[in-house]
């Protein structure tokens, strides 16, 4: 399971720990990238150097960002034809429900709200991480220019 990178856009220290803290004791191995804010996370996929970077197998997207919030990193990523199909989880503590709705709405393929309690946070990893890096098929996705 360590050969598919996982992109993480998180700008919270403590979610970002803890989420990778929960892929260790899930045994998932995966190469993680962090992004701290929309605008890295944006940078990632479209800014110098981009094409260097590996082509995460899924995104997992905080809504609530510094410089550029996840639901327009969202819209960015779906209207780009090389980044239009790649799996996007909304990992977020909002219990808006418009968050819920709008990130369907953008293209979210997912919306998992954190879990406060550690271990069902840990189990929302583990879940997580079996249907995203072992049972889902990913959808091709280009480098390069978009046409």
């Known amino acids: 399971m360590n050969d598919k990178t996982i992109l993480l856009i998180e700008d919270n220290p403590d979610d970002e720990m803890l989420t990778l803290r929960a892929f260790r004791n899930n045994n998932i ?13 944006l940078d990632y996929f479209f800014g110098e150097g981009a094409s260097e970077n590996a082509v995460p197998v899924v995104v997992l997207l905080d809504l609530k960002l510094p410089k550029i919030d996840g639901l327009e990193v969202l819209r960015r990523l779906r209207a780009d034809e090389r980044t239009m199909l790649l799996p996007v989880v909304i990992l977020t503590s909002s219990m808006e429900e418009q968050d819920l709705i709008s ?4 293209g ?6 954190k879990p406060v309690d550690f271990s069902q946070f840990m189990e929302a990893i583990r879940q997580l991480g079996l249907y995203w890096l072992i049972l889902n098929e990913q959808a091709p ?5 978009p046409k």
């Open 103 to 106: 990130s369907y709405r953008v």
């Open 141 to 145: 996705v280009r480098r390069g220019q």
């Open 29 to 41: 191995h995966n190469e993680v990238k962090v992004a701290h804010d929309g605008q890295q996370a």
């Open 108 to 113: 979210a393929n997912s919306y998992i709200r």
